[in-house]
């Protein structure tokens, strides 16, 4: 099981840390996805962090600005978003592949999925 969490109301400018805790299984093992989905569009890759190397994948709208982690001892990965930007609303989902991933940002290689959390970036 996938718990993402860390969502919230935010202006523009601000920062937040969204955290993806796994139950029942270890992280490491599995390469992880953030996902995010705002109202009337589709889902879309935001990041990725690959379970062979480590190697971390962005959108091309958050590089720079979202920083992808994990930290294994409390097999949780995290999603540091800062300078959030209004387009930046969606609901945040965490996934997870134990498979090779050929497309980091592509929802159809994950397999297992969280419960999203809401992050919202307004004045």
């Known amino acids: 099981q996938l718990q993402a969490s860390g969502g919230g109301l935010v202006q523009p400018g601000s920062s937040l840390r969204l955290s993806c805790a796994a139950s029942g299984f270890t992280l490491d093992y599995y390469t992880i996805g953030w996902f995010r989905q705002a109202p009337g569009q589709e889902r879309e890759g935001v990041s990725s962090i690959d379970s062979s190397d480590g190697s971390t994948y962005y959108a091309d709208s958050v590089k720079g600005r979202f920083t992808m982690s994990r930290d294994n001892a409390k097999n949780t990965v995290f999603l540091q978003m800062n300078n959030l930007k209004p387009e930046d609303t969606a609901v945040y989902y965490c996934?997870?592949?134990?498979?090779?991933?050929?497309?980091?940002?592509?929802?159809?290689?994950?397999?297992?999925w969280g419960q999203g959390t809401l992050v919202t970036v307004s004045s």
């Open positions: 996934a997870a592949s134990l498979a090779v991933v050929p497309d980091h940002l592509w929802d159809y290689y994950y397999k297992y």
